[in-house]
Each structure stands twice: as C-alpha cells, then as structure tokens.
C-alpha cells in the first residue's frame, strides 16, 4: 500500500474562517470542480448548477458559511489571495442579482436560496462532510461530482485516496509515531531534520523555509489585526471579542502601531506567571475571533484549532530566549510531522472525531514543536505531544448554533496552556518510564472517535448546542 505523503503546506494552509472543513475545503471542492470542468472544455458548456450539502455540512453549514465558501469558490476566489473585506459584498451581489459568474468568465442563473440545498437529514457513507456539484449542459447532458471535506481543508473527490493523489517518494517515509523515531535513530537526525529532508522531495532548502516563513507571517499579522480589533462576532450569537481588550489592559492602555514594537512591549513586562498565562490566553483568543470573523487564517490543523500552534509561537518568541527564524522553522517542521502522523493514525476532522482532532490534535503538535526547539530529545518531543494528547481525550465538538465561537474560541487558550504545560513536563522526564507511546494515544483517540456519538461530532446535536438553546437570525 502506498505510504500518505503529506508535506508541511498540507498540513499548514493559508485560509479564511471560519471552518477549514465546513469552509476552506467546500472553497476547495468548488475549485477543483471548476478545473476538472475547464480540464474537459465543459465550463462554458454549463447552463445550470446544483450544490447540495450533506451530513455536518448541512447541520452547521449556515454557521460554518459553507454556502458562502461554496459560492466563493465557484465565482473562482482563491482564499489565499482573496480579498476578505470584500466577501460580503460579493455575495450579496450574487444574492441580489440571482447571477453567478463560474470561474469569473461565464455567468449562469443561480439563486442561492435554491441553488445550494442542506441535507439535514441525509448522510453518504464515506465520510460526514460531503458535498455534490450537479451540473446541465447546453446539450442537455447532465453530470454530477461527489468532493468529501476530510478535515483540516482536505478535499478527496469520490473513489479518490489522498495515497494516490498525492503520491511522491519520500526518503523516509512515515505513517507512525515510531517509523519516526526509527528514522531518527538510524540516521542520527531530529525529528525536523528529518521532515526536512522529505520535503526536499517536493522542493529544496530555500523554498521550504521561505514557505514556511510566510505562513508564519500570516500568524503574526491574524495575531496582531485580532488583538486590535473590537465589536461583535457574526452569526448572531452576539460574542463580544475579548483579545483587543485584554491586550490593552495588559499594555496599560499604551497603543502601538506595528507588530514589532508590540511584541517588545509585551516582553518588556517581564515574566511574571499570571502575565505569561493571559498573554497566551490572548494570543489563542485574538485567532480564532478572526477565524469566526471570516478573516484570514492558517490552519493548523485545522481553523477551529488555528490559535494554539501561533499562541505557543508567541510563547516561544516573547518569554523564551532564543528566538530566530531557524527556531520558528524548527517547530514548524516538528509540529507538522506530528499532524500528519495523527491525521493517518487517526482523524483530525471534528466531525469524524470530535474537538480532540482539533483542539487535541493542535495541542499535541504544539508541544512537540516546542520541546524540540527547547533542545528535547527526539523522544522527549514525541512524549510531550502524547502528554498533550492524552489530556483532550474524549473531546466533543458541540459548537453553539453551530458557530466556530462557544467554546470553540476558548478552548484555544486552554490547548495553547496544555501544550506548554505538556512541554515542560516532557523536558523534565526520562521517556524510558513512559507508560503510554504516542502510537498508543493516537489509536486510543480513534477509537474514541469510533465510540463517540455522532452528536457530538460537529452536528450541534449535542452537549452546549443543545443545553443552550438560542435562535439565530437567517445568515
């Protein structure tokens, strides 16, 4: 069986909220379609669409944007590069004047109202996050595509595997926790060495780092515009953000107008523990109330978990000595081997697993980025993402109105703290006297996905969504 080949950039991607499944990857599935129909000379061919939504995709669509994302797509934005101050707009537009224009270059009659239907009650049996575009031609041919949201803005079109679609020769190639640490014991390599080494496979040195410094510039813009931003969250569950207000408390009020001189003010506050915890708090917080406002994010894994891995950057970047671009690459690189071997071993989409495949996975990631750059051993590092996993077990995913906010947002700050308190107890053990391997955690997390009711995986079936009822107005 072909091994997975699963690069950094696929586990950290460039995006807009708020959800990399129920947002980033229908965005995605649109473009593919859009591409396999100009691959065909069929786009301008097509005189009718139909989008219809599945499973999870359905039951939190609305509050995920999924139509919003899907239509997005279709109209062919990119969410890398798409303005996002200007997506409400543009759906009006398509809303009022009943038009799409596919890819930019052929307009159609499309009412979203009708043109993209929630199955609520309807799932397909590969996995909950499905989506089909149906299409007639001029010719009156009609065609139909079947694309699966698999978690983390992975898309797999129908009687696909992510084996075959991505398939490319890795010198060391890596499905577990423990081909990992046997890669590493051969070769003598850290476990970023290592990764960095696959990579090569797919582009050199230069172009890696330089990839990966961009996504971290991403970061530390979200960072920034979150922690500066006031007012309301969308969707009309009427969440008040919190960042930009803690972090001018923090900062006494003092205002500073670039990234920089933001991050020196807040070292200059010393290290005091209680000052450490609500910058962290802050950090994760500021995220993810981009990510719910639609603005643009990297997910990591996920978008739902997008503010633990920056939130434990900045841990590392202002409280920890040491600090250089090598460092940020070092636990970029760790931290994304252990999201791939997490998203093969097991799951790292809520609605196949629950919010331990966000926010448990994310955490698990982040404490090993960080043990390795805080000079851990290979095994140590391994030992503090099982130590972050082993403590979000059994998570549920029971987002209110089915919005990336409650307690999705908080739960940022609580997989950032996990992560570092994971870390520090790893740099502080010997792995020999370790009772539980992250292999072990990894299947344990499957199989507790399996277990779990499927009310609590992404569907506001269950748990909060549930015990607090509210009635949101019509996205």
Same mark, same amino acid.
């Given at each position: ?5 699963? *690069? ?8 807009? !909220? ?16 859009? /591409? ?39 109209? !062919? ?13 543009? &759906? ?5 004047? $009943? ?29 909950? #996050?499905?989506?089909?575009? +149906?299409?007639?031609?001029? =010719? %009156? ?8 949201? &698999? !978690? ?6 129908? #009687? ?37 080494? =696959?990579? @090569? ?21 979200? +960072? ?10 969308? !969707? ?10 803690? =972090?001018? $408390? ?13 991050? /020196? ?5 010393? @290290? ?15 995220? #993810? ?5 639609? %603005? ?27 600090? #250089?671009?090598? $460092?940020?690459?070092?636990? +970029? ?35 090993? %980025? ?41 739960? @940022? ?9 994971? *870390? ?27 277990? +779990?009711?499927? $009310? ?5 079936? %269950? ?13």
């Amino acid at each position: 069986m072909p091994h997975e080949s699963i *690069s950094v950039f696929d586990i950290f991607k460039i995006g807009v !909220g708020p959800s990399s499944s129920h947002t980033l990857g229908p965005w995605r599935a649109a473009q593919l379609f859009l /591409q396999s129909l100009e691959q065909k000379q069929q786009l301008l061919s097509v005189v009718s669409l139909q989008v219809l939504l599945y499973g999870s995709l359905a039951k939190t669509g609305k509050g995920h944007g999924t139509d919003i994302a899907v239509l997005l797509g279709l109209s !062919g934005e990119d969410p890398v590069t798409c303005d996002v101050e200007a997506i409400d707009e543009k &759906v009006r537009h398509i809303r009022t004047t $009943k038009k799409l224009l596919l890819h930019g270059k052929h307009a159609i009659d499309f009412d979203p109202a009708t043109g993209v239907e929630f199955l609520y009650t309807e799932s397909l049996p590969y996995h909950p #996050n499905a989506l089909t575009f +149906m299409i007639t031609l001029q =010719n %009156g041919e009609q065609l139909a595509a079947t694309y699966y949201s &698999v !978690g983390g803005g992975f898309v797999q079109q129908e #009687n696909e595997t992510l084996a075959t679609a991505n398939a490319v020769q890795l010198p060391f190639p890596i499905d577990t926790a423990d081909d990992l640490l046997h890669w590493c014991r051969k070769t003598g390599l850290s476990i970023s060495e290592v990764v960095m080494e =696959n990579e @090569n496979s797919w582009r050199n040195d230069e172009e890696t780092r330089k990839g990966i410094l961009k996504i971290w510039q991403v970061m530390k813009e979200c +960072m920034y515009r979150g922690c500066h931003s006031q007012g309301i969250l969308p !969707g009309g569950l009427q969440v008040k953000r919190r960042a930009a207000d803690l =972090n001018k $408390k923090l900062l006494k009020d003092r205002t500073y107008t670039d990234y920089d001189s933001w991050i /020196q003010a807040i070292r200059a506050g010393g @290290n005091d523990f209680k000052y450490i915890l609500d910058w962290v708090s802050c950090f994760a917080l500021s995220i #993810n109330e981009e990510n719910a406002s639609f %603005g643009r994010v990297v997910t990591a894994p996920t978008n739902g978990a997008a503010g633990v891995i920056p939130a434990v950057l900045h841990y590392l970047v202002v409280f920890c000595d040491g600090y #250089n671009d090598d $460092k940020i690459i070092q636990f +970029m690189l760790t931290a994304s081997e252990i999201g791939s071997i997490f998203k093969k071993g097991a799951t790292i989409s809520a609605a196949m697993g629950g919010c331990q495949a966000e926010i448990g996975v994310s955490s698990a990631m982040a404490a090993a %980025g960080l043990t390795e750059v805080m000079g851990g051993s290979q095994r140590q590092t391994m030992m503090a993402s099982e130590i972050a996993m082993e403590h979000h077990l059994g998570l549920t995913c029971d987002p209110i109105g089915g919005l990336v906010q409650i307690p999705c947002i908080e739960r @940022n700050t609580m997989g950032a703290i996990k992560a570092i308190t994971a *870390s520090q107890l790893a740099l502080q053990s010997t792995p020999d006297f370790a009772k539980v391997s992250l292999d072990t955690v990894i299947k344990t997390m499957w199989d507790t996905a399996i277990d +779990m009711s499927h $009310k609590y995986k992404e569907t506001a079936e %269950g748990g909060l969504a549930v015990h607090i009822p509210l009635s949101l107005p019509e996205c």
